[in-house]
Protein backbone atom coordinates (compact mmCIF):
# COMPACT_ATOMS: atom_id res chain seq x y z
CA UNK A 1 0.00 0.00 0.00
CA UNK A 2 2.88 2.37 0.94
CA UNK A 3 4.61 1.81 -2.31
CA UNK A 4 1.39 2.50 -4.36
CA UNK A 5 1.23 5.55 -2.32
CA UNK A 6 4.54 6.63 -3.39
CA UNK A 7 4.06 5.79 -6.70
CA UNK A 8 0.78 8.24 -7.21
CA UNK A 9 2.44 11.12 -5.54
CA UNK A 10 5.80 10.62 -7.65
CA UNK A 11 3.02 10.87 -10.57
CA UNK A 12 1.06 13.86 -9.37
CA UNK A 13 4.54 15.79 -8.65
CA UNK A 14 6.19 15.14 -12.20
CA UNK A 15 2.60 16.15 -13.72
CA UNK A 16 2.51 19.46 -11.50
CA UNK A 17 5.78 20.09 -12.54
CA UNK A 18 4.35 19.69 -16.12
CA UNK A 19 1.69 21.81 -15.48
CA UNK A 20 3.81 24.58 -13.50
CA UNK A 21 6.40 25.03 -16.38
CA UNK A 22 5.46 27.72 -19.42
CA UNK A 23 6.91 27.96 -22.38
CA UNK A 24 9.93 30.53 -22.68
CA UNK A 25 8.94 32.99 -25.72
CA UNK A 26 11.44 35.43 -27.10
CA UNK A 27 10.45 38.65 -29.19
CA UNK A 28 10.84 37.99 -32.94
CA UNK A 29 14.14 40.51 -34.45
CA UNK A 30 11.85 41.56 -36.96
CA UNK A 31 7.76 41.60 -36.81
CA UNK A 32 5.62 41.18 -39.40
CA UNK A 33 1.59 40.85 -39.50
CA UNK A 34 0.56 38.15 -42.41
CA UNK A 35 -3.25 38.65 -41.85
CA UNK A 36 -5.91 40.39 -40.74
CA UNK A 37 -4.12 40.49 -37.15
CA UNK A 38 -1.19 40.30 -35.46
CA UNK A 39 -1.03 36.76 -33.55
CA UNK A 40 1.64 35.43 -30.84
CA UNK A 41 3.81 33.52 -33.80
CA UNK A 42 4.27 36.59 -35.08
CA UNK A 43 4.98 38.48 -32.21
CA UNK A 44 7.04 35.21 -30.04
CA UNK A 45 10.08 33.04 -31.10
CA UNK A 46 9.07 29.55 -29.24
CA UNK A 47 5.39 30.19 -28.63
CA UNK A 48 3.59 26.82 -29.06
CA UNK A 49 1.32 26.22 -32.29
CA UNK A 50 -1.80 26.63 -30.39
CA UNK A 51 -0.92 29.46 -29.16
CA UNK A 52 1.10 30.87 -31.84
CA UNK A 53 -2.26 31.49 -33.35
CA UNK A 54 -4.11 33.66 -31.35
CA UNK A 55 -4.61 37.29 -31.86
CA UNK A 56 -3.12 39.81 -30.07
CA UNK A 57 -4.23 43.01 -32.08
CA UNK A 58 -5.65 43.79 -35.64
CA UNK A 59 -2.48 44.18 -37.96
CA UNK A 60 -1.78 47.10 -40.02
CA UNK A 61 -3.26 47.57 -43.78
CA UNK A 62 -0.56 46.04 -46.27
CA UNK A 63 2.84 48.43 -46.58
CA UNK A 64 1.76 49.90 -43.39
CA UNK A 65 3.04 49.60 -39.84
CA UNK A 66 1.57 49.72 -36.33
CA UNK A 67 3.35 48.93 -32.67
CA UNK A 68 2.31 47.06 -29.53
CA UNK A 69 3.28 48.56 -26.25
CA UNK A 70 5.44 46.06 -24.08
CA UNK A 71 3.08 45.96 -21.28
CA UNK A 72 0.07 44.76 -24.07
CA UNK A 73 2.71 41.87 -25.23
CA UNK A 74 3.63 41.03 -21.69
CA UNK A 75 0.01 40.72 -20.48
CA UNK A 76 -0.57 38.77 -23.80
CA UNK A 77 1.76 36.58 -23.42
CA UNK A 78 1.27 35.94 -19.50
CA UNK A 79 -2.33 35.15 -20.29
CA UNK A 80 -1.67 32.72 -22.87
CA UNK A 81 0.34 31.22 -19.37
CA UNK A 82 4.49 32.15 -21.56
CA UNK A 83 7.45 32.80 -19.70
CA UNK A 84 8.02 36.56 -21.41
CA UNK A 85 10.85 38.82 -19.35
CA UNK A 86 10.34 41.62 -21.73
CA UNK A 87 13.94 43.27 -22.94
CA UNK A 88 14.95 46.49 -20.83
CA UNK A 89 14.76 49.75 -22.32
CA UNK A 90 12.33 48.61 -24.75
CA UNK A 91 9.12 50.18 -24.36
CA UNK A 92 7.11 49.05 -27.53
CA UNK A 93 7.91 46.50 -30.95
CA UNK A 94 6.99 47.94 -34.27
CA UNK A 95 5.12 45.38 -36.56
CA UNK A 96 4.85 45.75 -40.30
CA UNK A 97 2.23 43.75 -42.60
CA UNK A 98 4.28 43.19 -46.16
CA UNK A 99 2.65 44.26 -49.44
CA UNK A 100 1.32 47.29 -50.83
CA UNK A 101 5.05 48.33 -52.06
CA UNK A 102 4.76 50.62 -55.20
CA UNK A 103 7.53 50.48 -57.63
CA UNK A 104 8.53 54.51 -58.46
CA UNK A 105 9.89 56.48 -61.20
CA UNK A 106 11.82 59.42 -60.61
CA UNK A 107 10.46 62.39 -62.56
CA UNK A 108 12.45 63.95 -65.67
CA UNK A 109 11.81 66.98 -64.29
CA UNK A 110 13.47 66.82 -60.97
CA UNK A 111 10.09 67.27 -59.12
CA UNK A 112 7.52 64.76 -57.86
CA UNK A 113 5.90 62.57 -60.52
CA UNK A 114 1.86 62.32 -59.95
CA UNK A 115 1.81 58.90 -61.56
CA UNK A 116 3.35 57.36 -58.37
CA UNK A 117 1.54 59.61 -55.98
CA UNK A 118 0.48 57.30 -52.84
CA UNK A 119 -0.93 60.56 -51.30
CA UNK A 120 -2.18 63.62 -53.91
CA UNK A 121 -2.79 66.97 -52.86
CA UNK A 122 -5.84 67.66 -51.40
CA UNK A 123 -6.75 64.49 -50.11
CA UNK A 124 -7.72 63.79 -46.81
CA UNK A 125 -4.86 61.21 -44.90
CA UNK A 126 -4.80 58.74 -42.20
CA UNK A 127 -1.76 60.32 -40.15
CA UNK A 128 -0.35 58.07 -37.44
CA UNK A 129 2.01 59.16 -34.60
CA UNK A 130 3.65 56.86 -32.94
CA UNK A 131 5.72 57.41 -29.72
CA UNK A 132 6.85 55.05 -26.69
CA UNK A 133 3.57 53.79 -24.97
CA UNK A 134 1.74 56.08 -27.23
CA UNK A 135 -0.16 56.19 -30.52
CA UNK A 136 -2.09 58.37 -32.33
CA UNK A 137 -4.29 58.85 -35.42
CA UNK A 138 -5.72 61.50 -37.11
CA UNK A 139 -7.21 62.81 -40.57
CA UNK A 140 -4.94 65.65 -42.29
CA UNK A 141 -5.57 67.06 -45.85
CA UNK A 142 -2.50 66.90 -48.38
CA UNK A 143 -0.76 69.65 -49.15
CA UNK A 144 0.87 68.28 -51.88
CA UNK A 145 1.74 64.95 -53.66
CA UNK A 146 3.85 62.09 -52.39
CA UNK A 147 5.08 59.13 -53.32
CA UNK A 148 5.92 56.27 -49.90
CA UNK A 149 8.58 56.90 -48.51
CA UNK A 150 8.89 60.55 -49.20
CA UNK A 151 8.14 63.52 -47.12
CA UNK A 152 4.90 65.46 -47.42
CA UNK A 153 3.40 68.87 -45.52
CA UNK A 154 -0.11 68.02 -44.26
CA UNK A 155 -2.52 70.19 -42.72
CA UNK A 156 -4.04 69.25 -39.22
CA UNK A 157 -7.39 70.20 -40.49
CA UNK A 158 -8.62 70.60 -36.58
CA UNK A 159 -5.61 73.27 -35.66
CA UNK A 160 -4.70 74.52 -38.71
CA UNK A 161 -0.85 73.91 -38.35
CA UNK A 162 1.17 72.09 -41.17
CA UNK A 163 2.84 68.24 -40.08
CA UNK A 164 5.83 67.22 -41.83
CA UNK A 165 5.33 63.51 -42.18
CA UNK A 166 6.66 60.46 -44.65
CA UNK A 167 4.17 58.87 -46.64
CA UNK A 168 3.23 55.07 -45.75
CA UNK A 169 1.13 54.10 -47.67
CA UNK A 170 -2.09 55.24 -50.03
CA UNK A 171 -3.81 57.64 -48.11
CA UNK A 172 -1.78 57.05 -45.48
CA UNK A 173 1.20 58.96 -43.48
CA UNK A 174 3.67 59.35 -40.33
CA UNK A 175 4.78 61.85 -38.71
CA UNK A 176 8.16 61.57 -36.90
CA UNK A 177 8.69 62.40 -33.07
Request: glycine share 10%.
Amino acid sequence: MLRWFCLAACAYLLFAASIAHADTVTLRARVEAHGPAITMGDVFDGAPADIARRAIAPSPPAGQMTSISMPVLAAAASAAGLDFTPPSGVNSVQVVRPGGARATVPASSGGRSNADAAVRRGESVTLSYDAPGVSLTMRARALEDGAVGQSVRLLNTSSNRTIDAVVTGPGAARANP
